[in-house]
């Protein structure tokens, strides 16, 4: 079955970096277009980044210039570097696949399979 691990959470200061991973298996990554979702408590879950098969990307409005997506299809795995984060960042993670491989997907509902999330915690 296919199965998609996120790991790289954690808590970190304001202004500092952390590096997600998620491993897809049981799927022919190249084949999808990979996102990353985020949800803080309270909160509806909203979309932070895709990149698509070839590493084309597109970011929301509110990580562009802090956070890059990146893929390795070798591995089978996508990236999410974040950079100067904010206490608004503070939220779960989760990646995600979408079989629209030329698609940049930024709605929840357009894709296939999700991991289970990683904590991301930003503090003062």
């Known amino acids: 079955q296919v199965q998609l691990i996120e790991s790289g959470g954690g808590l970190v200061q304001a202004g500092g970096s952390l590096s997600l991973s998620c491993t897809a298996s049981?799927?022919?990554?190249?084949?999808?277009?990979m996102g990353w979702f985020r949800q803080a408590p309270g909160k509806e879950r909203e979309f932070v980044a895709a990149v698509i098969w070839s590493g084309g990307t597109y970011y929301a409005d509110s990580v562009k210039g802090r956070f890059t997506i990146s893929r390795d299809n070798a591995k089978n795995t996508v990236y999410l570097q974040m950079n100067s984060l904010k206490l608004e960042d503070t939220a779960s993670y989760y990646c995600?696949?979408?079989?629209?491989?030329?698609?940049?997907?930024?709605?929840?509902?357009?894709?296939?399979?999700w991991g289970q999330g990683t904590q991301v915690t930003v503090s003062s």
């Open positions: 995600a696949a979408s079989n629209e491989r030329w698609t940049i997907a930024v709605r929840g509902d357009e894709y296939d399979y």
């Open positions: 049981g799927l022919t990554f190249s084949g999808y277009t």
